[in-house]
């Protein structure tokens, strides 16, 4: 059953838009007396350009794009915040939507008001509001604040209880926009939970966030949007190697980056720096570069650098974060021997083979660092490279940030 339905959706908004009233007249007036130039003629910005997508019953749809794209647009079209230029857009179910920083909220009213405000704008009755306001207070974790007006509210206590709002309405649809962001990791996992539970028990889910990984683990479906066009829509996992991909044509054309080497500036403050990463290369089996491996593939970090002094005492660290920037692992060289009394001079290069790569398969980051063994120096960092770890692990009941390769035994029974 189609819940959502967007079709040829154009929005498009105004600036500089002459606006009535006593106080602009008096403005516009003054401006005119003093000789200042009278406001700019009407511009038209086009946010959306014919948007057509559906979202069905259950569905969880995460939307990415850059600043900019109309991801905040669509949500506010779909919570009817703004309404569309040309096309139309259809929802079925209620909705609670949590795409502002306190939306709905009244600053001079307390939280408890505001719980009831929040609810009842939405369409709940008053008994709903009450089955379900000790889980509100309870998820927000502001009890002892509850009855404060919440213009008092911090920005992480404000989305706390938007958050706990939104969650705890019984709508068929939630919305939720980046501004889950603003709270601390354990209530961001709490929210995270809190969503999963939601999609479990059939909830339609629209997210739009910056976090990628979250896209990619949580969400069914995406919609990678590009100056306020659908440029590619499918599968969460492949939107987000698309918006990947994009990245890298975007840096690739403004001459940062290229099929093999990451961006390195060669400004004066380079030239200053006795040592300089020149080049990081992710590499198979078989030296081949690559930025796509398999589950239990073996990867080679290959780095080239130049030493403009001798650095006698270099330790090199490499790090990989998952995209939503947890650190999976971190390792150097310390218990190499070969290492021990190196030093560096002049052009050079150096490699670390890492296998099997027991990732769970998602996008993450490699990065390489050079630093002092025995002093808090950092010489040289890499520029972080993408990779993607493939596989399907939805038949396996191994899961994590990182598969551990287990050896089990049964001890004989006496």
């Known amino acids: ?42 511009k038209n910005f086009q946010a959306l350009t014919d948007v057509s997508f559906q979202v069905n019953q259950g569905d969880i749809l995460g939307i990415i794009g850059h600043n900019g794209a109309g991801k905040s647009t669509i949500l506010k079209l779909l919570s009817k915040v703004t309404y569309p230029t040309n096309g139309y ?15 709905g909220f009244h600053p001079d009213l307390t939280g408890r008001e505001n719980v009831y405000l929040n609810g009842a704008v939405i369409g709940m009755k008053q008994r709903e509001i009450e089955s379900q306001f000790d889980n509100i207070v309870e998820f927000a974790e502001l009890e002892r604040f509850i009855d404060t007006p919440i213009k008092r509210y911090s920005s992480g206590m404000y989305v ?42 059939g909830a339609t889910i629209v997210l739009v966030s910056h976090n990628l990984w979250l896209v990619e683990s949580f969400c069914k479906r995406g919609i990678l949007l590009n100056k306020g066009r659908i440029e590619a829509e499918g599968q969460a996992a492949q939107i987000v190697q698309a918006y990947y991909q994009r990245e890298r044509e975007d840096l690739a054309a403004d001459g940062a980056l290229n099929a093999t080497n990451p961006p390195n500036s060669d400004n004066d ?40 002094e001798v650095i006698h005492t270099p330790w090199f660290i490499v790090k990989i974060t998952r995209g939503d920037g947890v650190l999976c692992c971190r390792f150097g060289n310390e218990h190499t021997s070969d290492f021990e009394q190196i030093t560096l001079k002049g052009d050079g290069s150096f490699a670390v083979a890492i296998g099997p790569i027991l990732l769970e ?35 396996s009941q191994e899961t994590g940030v990182y598969i551990v390769n287990a050896e089990w035994q049964h001890p004989a029974q006496t």
């Open 160 to 201: 706390r209880l938007a958050f706990a709002v939104a969650a705890h309405v019984r709508a068929d649809i939630l919305l939720v926009d980046e501004v889950l962001s603003v709270g601390d990791a354990a209530f961001q996992a709490k929210c995270l939970t809190k969503m999963q539970e939601l999609r479990d028990n």
């Open 361 to 395: 398969p998602g996008s993450y980051r490699g990065e390489v660092h050079i630093i002092d063994r025995y002093q808090p120096i950092i010489y040289a960092s890499s520029a972080k490279r993408t990779f993607y770890i493939n596989g399907d692990m939805t038949e």
């Open 269 to 308: 403050q380079d030239l200053l720096t006795p040592l300089v990463i020149n080049q990081l290369q992710l590499l198979d089996e078989s030296g081949q570069h690559r930025d796509h491996f398999i589950f239990s593939e073996r990867i080679t970090f290959r780095v080239q650098y130049s030493a403009r």
């Open 89 to 103: 857009v259809q929802i079925h179910g209620r909705m609670a939507a949590l795409i502002e920083l306190g939306a």
């Open 1 to 42: 059953m189609t819940i959502i339905e967007f079709n040829g959706v154009t929005k498009r908004y105004t600036l500089g838009q002459n606006q009535t009233g006593l106080r602009f007249a008096i403005a516009d007036l003054a401006k005119r007396v003093i000789g200042a130039s009278p406001r700019l003629e009407d």
